[in-house]
């Protein structure tokens, strides 16, 4: 089984990735991820990542011959450009810090040859913040979540404690709120809680929170 | 026409994709983005941005009669949660100052309703910087692109003029290659950089690249 990237150039159109999918299907494709492009000078272009025992390329020549299709490639996946991804959120100040941490650690990795990507959005109030921690669980290539902040607890408690059920690693701030509570670690300082959680999605790290002997830092 | 976010839990097998977006086609939905969440305790989850102008709770019930569907919900679309993206490339020293100003910067715009992420990745190589201008075309919600380094060209430079015919906004450092004369905006302080970007993707700022007497600062 491998996993190759797939480019198609289409028109946009209602019932195009109906088609598409049919095809892969038919080959015994299992896709792993979409990504779609909007028109740009009236034409579309869908990524696919998928897994499959055929030979790719025979897909894609079944694919060129669709009369809806213009072009279609293989290309690298989204995983092999930009990797894992840790995402931070919350208060701007921390997100900022955090990220400082994270970038600088995410570089010594990648010039290993991993690729790590450290993605991040500042947001105020518990609404939006747990809509952003359940959101990541949707966050193709999303391994773990950094809460940044100084409160944060409610209804952003009970996001942490169902995306942490569905495998992703949160780490929290030491903050006021039970947040920290609910985190698989607890950092104080924000360039080391950044550091900390590249290390942890990290393949050429030689670090992992579940062989911490304690949880607060 | 209205926008809509959609969830779809099934168990995870091929051929579901087409057909989810056989039903999605018959009903006249545009699907715009596609969030596949890989099997979680024997479910699968798809997340679709579908564009359309009839009901979308009668897509919604008929997707439940399905016999591979367990559940069928409208949702938050990820346009809603996370909003429009800035992407950071380059190296991991000046990616972290550029994403200081960057996050400082959304965070003014978010707490005032918008929605910014600003997400990055710290390469080294010249191959690997291309791959990454390229792929930013493919990543959904991303309008602009900060390239922070001390020199960038050969294959990033047209990498970087492709990007901009695709409508993507393009900013550079002030940096020694020939990146900068390729790209919309040149700045030499990494911070404004970072404020400058998220201003000109911002709707809530009175800031366009368009209407600026000079490109390089």
């Known amino acids: 089984m491998q996993t190759f990237g797939l480019m198609v150039a289409t028109a946009e159109g209602i019932g195009i990735l109906h088609e598409l999918t049919g095809v892969i299907a038919r080959r ?3 896709i792993v991820s979409v990504d779609i492009q909007g028109e740009v000078a009236g034409e ?3 990524f696919f990542e998928i897994e499959m025992t055929a030979n790719p390329q025979e897909l894609v020549d079944e694919l060129a011959t669709l009369p809806i299709v213009r072009e279609a490639a293989l290309v690298k996946t989204l995983q092999a450009i930009y990797g894992t991804r840790i995402i931070i959120a ?3 100040a921390q997100v900022g810090q955090v990220a400082l941490g994270a970038i600088s650690e995410a570089d010594r990795h990648n010039i ?3 690729r790590i990507s450290v993605d991040t959005i500042p947001l105020v109030g518990e ?3 747990a809509d952003a921690v359940r959101g990541v669980a949707r966050l193709s290539r999303a391994r773990a979540l950094v809460l940044a902040g100084v409160i944060m607890g409610g209804d ?6 169902e995306v942490r059920e569905q495998g992703l690693i ?6 006021a709120g039970n947040v920290p509570e609910a985190a698989d670690l607890v950092v104080t300082d924000p360039v080391q809680a950044g550091v900390m959680t590249v290390m942890a999605v990290a393949s050429t790290a030689k670090f992992s929170i579940g062989q911490l002997n304690r949880r607060v830092f």
Do not use: H
Not at 156 to 161: F, Q
Not at 170 to 175: G, P
């Open 28 to 30: 015994g494709g299992n």
């Open 44 to 46: 579309a272009r869908t």
């Open 90 to 92: 919350g208060g701007g």
């Open 112 to 114: 290993r040859g991993e």
């Open 127 to 129: 609404a939006p913040i």
């Open 156 to 161: 952003i408690e009970r996001a942490v404690r």
């Open 170 to 175: 949160v780490v929290s701030l030491n903050m």
